[in-house]
Nanobody, 126 residues
Framework: QVQMMESGGGSVEAGGTLVLACTAS????????IGWFRQAPGQSREVVAHLNLGGGAPYIADSVKGRFTVAQDYSKKTLYLQMKNLKSDDTGLYSC???????????????????WGQGTEVTVSS
């Protein structure tokens, strides 16, 4: 079973930058889609972005578009989430997950993702 591990979380002031990494424990096929999700305290989990490892444009949620980008290093089995101009609303637990099949160009439900990491905390202070 594939295990996903997030890293790079921490505390940052508003306007700052963080880069999160999501690394798979073993080989993952290019047919996979990797997603980033976040859950703020007292709120439901939401999709932040997802990317097909086989290529193509990523999906980026409107709430973070223009500030967050995703990129992969397939040789390292790692997907990155670069977060710029962070806001207090970006505070939450950020998790990554792998889907065995490619994602579409619009927001995908978290239910299609099979392998989940434990998450990494991001705190943005204003």
């Amino acid at each position: 079973q594939v295990q996903m591990m997030e890293s790079g979380g921490g505390s940052v002031e508003a306007g700052g930058t963080l880069v999160l990494a999501c690394t798979a424990s073993q080989y993952i096929a290019r047919t996979y889609c990797i997603g980033w999700f976040r859950q703020a305290p007292g709120q439901s989990r939401e999709v932040v972005a997802h990317l097909n490892l086989g290529g193509g444009a990523p999906y980026i949620a409107d709430s973070v578009k223009g500030r967050f980008t995703v990129a992969q290093d397939y040789s390292k089995k790692t997907l990155y989430l670069q977060m710029k101009n962070l806001k207090s609303d970006d505070t939450g637990l950020y998790s990554c997950a792998a889907s065995l099949s490619a994602c579409g160009s619009t927001e995908e439900s978290s239910s299609r993702f099979r392998y989940w990491g434990q998450g990494t905390e991001v705190t943005v202070s204003s």
